[in-house]
């Protein structure tokens, strides 16, 4: 009975360590990242679903204005960069020269 009780415990305490870390992954994953380095920014959203290479075919021939539209356009299918952070990104972007580390290595 004593036994069975602290098996219990053990089970209870297991479950709620997995339940927390699933549930502070979960809000990492789904509150974009603010603030930061643009350089960090772009490596850590413009990343998840396709490398930097179509970033990097257009440093140096996409303006302000186009990379507006573009990282707009990508935070509508999901990346992570928030609203406040949108002209950051594009400003580093435009003024990027190709080839340029560490988003294009
Ligand atoms: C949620 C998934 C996703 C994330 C995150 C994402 N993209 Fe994309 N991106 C796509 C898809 C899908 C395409 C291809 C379809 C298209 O061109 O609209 C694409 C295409 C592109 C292209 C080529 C299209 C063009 O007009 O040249 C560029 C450049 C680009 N992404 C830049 C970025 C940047 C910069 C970021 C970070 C702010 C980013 N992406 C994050 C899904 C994503």
Redesign the pocket.
Known sequence: MKNGTGMLLGTIAVIFLVFAGAASCEKTQALPQRGGEPAD??MN??T???DTK??C??LGKTDRDA?TR??T???G?????AQEDIPR?AGY?ADLQPGSPPVCK
């Open positions: 920014l772009v959203a413009c998840a679903c396709h179509r970033i075919d257009r990379w573009i990282v356009e990508m935070v299918k999901g990346a992570s960069v990104v972007l």
